[in-house]
């Protein structure tokens, strides 16, 4: 209880620390210096969908974002320093070299930065955002572009063409309903990049903030993206774009220029070539005939149609969608009706496995593996040191029982002033008094050692099990990782672990003390009370049945609730990762309310094991109570017929007391170490996982300590494939890198 209470309170210091850290101030509020910035602002409140922000007419009437004497920071030190219009219904470029404060910039206004001082606007809190890197759902490629919104047909058709992922969508299984993994893992930089810019053209905002979203995209897509997404679907609607990039290339299309240099905005305006020169030295303006334009020439569609594959039979598409994505920011070749290793379709459009939930008692084997980890000889060296304590601790309640049965005698021949017998019993009773002070002595020092032992066979097997567990992890082929959400993966290595570490230690603490103590009282009344086997044979077997059939449903509860803490765990660590996504969509009423369905989800088996415990503890108690009574029946009659002395009764009845009470506990002991096992065999999969090919090979060849002595890279006739099974995607390529050389 203490320990608990403990834990408890650390938990509560932590969640309140966590808790009382600033706020972020909302966009479109006012800051001086003396504001408080370290207290929680009231005027934002995070699980809404609307950004209270401060309609706001500038000198001209014409600012979308508007940031006067603004200083910014991540922390308590000043960081960023701008003071920027942004026009309304225009394309505005901030660019500046690398590590100049450009995404900075649009964090802080996204309101993603600690405001210091100064001021910071929005004409619309209507806003949408790309960033980089880009933000992807472990979802379909719909659901990443809708985000929550009512589909649209129309409006969706024209932003996928808009972006250019028609061909990319006729690559894949399902088109736009397949999955794409975790953080988008089967797709390329090029198609990740795309849909986010597909979202932010969905959400039909205001203000769309693009954060270098064309540095993944190769020079027509780019183009593409730029005409039709950016210059046709955004400004030539009057949607106000913010756009980072390093392409110079780019600055006579914008509207609006911003440079910024070592985390100051240095020039704002139009973009003035002179301006630019003078501000961002050795950078000029392009002339029309940029690299841009002519590749703007290229026919988009006679691109599409020459990076597809000849041949039907050319490539083998494999289940995996990370086969279909491209060679050039999209195209991988391939026909969706030849998968290989697919029975059908909708195989591929679920690239996440749906976790298996295992049946039935926990196998024989997770144990055997458990122990394994934990040493044979240090397990049997616990138990013999439970055995030693039981048998002592029995020796001595024996020896405890003929003192009183002694002191007793003494009285009776001191009243009858019988000193032979008597001085002869004092004997007795000074030596049954000595064994028993040895006996309880030897009883003190068991209890630390077995306690010790059995933590130290715990901490063994769960290093072992850990230390396994993640060269397993670690070892395996990235097609796992493509599957696997990494909520499952965390789920085992922090949920499934503690269990290990601390609950199991405990089930098993109390599982093997309280049924060596109910060995020890049913060998005890059985000895002395043989009637006593009779009445509790029956009530025994009542046990057994009480116990599987409640075992049989909290196992299955167990699994339900360790099978549903990953979905919380991948959901908590995806929208971490794309807070400021979710942040300027206002979708966080979304995410919060899919966290609460799944902790819900989560909680309910755990609510149901509670009421379980309550059905079988009652079970037990009637139970005990019968044990009781058999106990007392028996010694009772016994002594009556002359066949127990009456101190041996008090001794009879004293361990059925224990028997009732003690299997009540072995019995919970037992049900919650099967059940925390489940948490052991959670693990022990994937500690079995197949690991990559060759990972475990040794080279035997001599490699030479001083190597490499030079930067040289030969490839002679290579094939590569992404698994052993399917034809090989890289096919007889022989290059030959010297040293010095930049390859492009």
């Not at 002359?642 to 002991?669: C, D, K, Q």
Request: hydrophobic share 45%.
């Amino acid at each position: 209880m203490l320990l608990c209470a403990g834990q408890a309170r650390s938990s509560m210091l932590r969640l309140e620390a966590f808790l009382m850290l600033p706020e972020l101030a909302a966009v479109g509020g006012r800051l001086n210096p003396s504001d408080d910035v370290g207290q929680p602002s009231s005027k934002f409140d995070d699980t809404s969908n609307e950004v209270p922000l401060r309609h706001h007419d500038c000198a001209t009437g014409s600012s979308a974002v508007w940031i006067k004497d603004g200083i910014f920071a991540w922390s308590d030190t000043a960081l960023l320093r701008a003071s920027v219009s942004i026009p309304v219904g225009k394309l505005t470029i901030v660019s500046g070299p690398v590590a100049s404060g450009k995404s900075s910039l649009l964090s802080a206004m996204l309101g993603e930065m600690q405001p210091l001082s100064g001021e910071v606007f929005h004409r619309s809190h209507n806003v949408a955002v790309v960033q980089q890197p880009c933000w992807i759902l472990n979802a379909s490629v719909r659901d990443n572009i809708v985000f929550g919104r009512t589909f649209d047909r129309p409006r969706y058709t024209e932003v996928v063409r808009a972006v250019g992922l028609e061909h990319d969508l006729g690559q894949f299984a399902g088109r736009d309903c397949c999955e794409i993994g975790e953080k988008g893992s089967t797709l390329s930089g090029g198609q990740k990049q795309r849909i986010a810019i597909a979202r932010a053209l969905y959400a039909d905002a205001d203000v769309v903030f693009l954060d270098d979203c064309l540095s993944a995209l190769d020079a027509v897509i780019g183009a593409h993206v730029l005409s039709e997404a950016v210059t046709k679907m955004l400004v030539g609607r009057g949607k106000t774009v913010v756009l980072v990039t390093h392409n110079v290339h780019l600055f006579p299309k914008c509207d609006h220029l911003v440079l910024m240099c070592d985390q100051a905005v240095v020039y704002e305006g139009p973009p003035d070539p002179e301006a630019v020169a003078e501000k961002w030295p050795g950078t000029g303006l392009p002339g029309n005939s940029s690299e841009l334009d002519e590749d703007e020439s290229i026919d988009f569609e006679q691109y599409e149609s020459d990076c597809r594959p000849l041949t039907a039979s050319s490539v083998v598409v494999s289940t995996s969608l990370s086969r279909l994505s491209a060679v050039s920011d999209g195209k991988f070749g391939g026909s969706t009706s030849k998968l290989a290793g697919c029975e059908s379709v909708e195989a591929c459009l679920n690239l996440t496995e749906e976790e298996d939930i295992s049946s039935g008692s926990v196998p024989c084997s997770v144990y055997a593996e458990y122990l394994s980890a934990a040493a044979w000889s240090v397990c049997a060296s616990t138990i013999l040191l439970f055995v030693l304590f039981l048998m002592l601790k029995m020796i001595a309640d024996f020896f405890l029982t003929e003192i009183v049965g002694t002191s007793m005698r003494i009285k009776s021949l001191e009243l009858l002033n019988d000193t032979d017998w008597a001085t002869d019993a004092w004997n007795r009773y000074d030596y049954f008094m000595s064994t028993y002070v040895k006996l309880s002595l030897a009883c003190i020092v068991c209890i630390p050692l077995s306690a010790f032992s059995l933590e130290l066979t715990t901490i063994m097997a769960s290093k072992n099990l850990h230390r396994k567990l993640v060269r397993s992890i670690l070892a395996s082929p990235i097609q796992f990782f493509e599957r696997t959400p990494v909520g499952r993966i965390l789920n085992r290595l922090s949920g499934d672990m503690n269990v290990i570490d601390e609950k199991l230690t405990g089930s098993i603490e109390c599982l093997l003390f309280c049924a060596f103590n109910v060995i020890g009282g049913i060998v005890m009344n059985a000895v002395f009370v043989p009637y006593f086997l009779i009445p509790v044979v029956p009530v025994f077997i009542v046990f057994v049945v009480v116990q599987r059939f409640y075992i049989a449903s909290c196992r299955q509860l167990q699994r339900l609730e360790c099978t549903t803490r990953s979905p919380i765990l991948a959901h908590v660590s995806q929208t971490l990762s794309g807070l400021a996504t979710v942040r300027a969509f206002q979708r966080q009423s979304k995410f919060i309310g899919d966290c609460f369905v799944k902790i819900d989800a989560s909680q309910l088996p755990l609510m149901f094991h509670h009421a379980a415990n309550a059905w079988m503890g009652l079970r037990l108690d009637v139970l005990g109570a019968c044990i009781v009574l058999a106990s007392t029946l028996s010694a009772i009659t016994s002594c009556l017929l002359g066949h127990i002395e009456p101190g041996m009764v008090g001794l009879t009845i004293a361990y059925a007391i224990m028997i009732s009470s003690y299997f009540n506990w072995m019995m919970r002991g037992l049900s919650e170490t099967e059940i925390h096992f489940n948490s052991v065999e959670r693990v022990v999969e994937y500690c079995d996982l197949e690991p990559e090919e060759n990972v475990s090979s040794q080279d035997h060849r001599h490699i030479d300590p001083s190597w490499p002595t030079c930067g040289e890279v030969e490839f002679q006739s290579v094939h590569l494939t992404y698994s052993s099974h399917e034809l090989a995607v890289v096919r007889n390529i022989s290059l030959h890198i010297l040293p010095g050389q930049k390859v492009n």
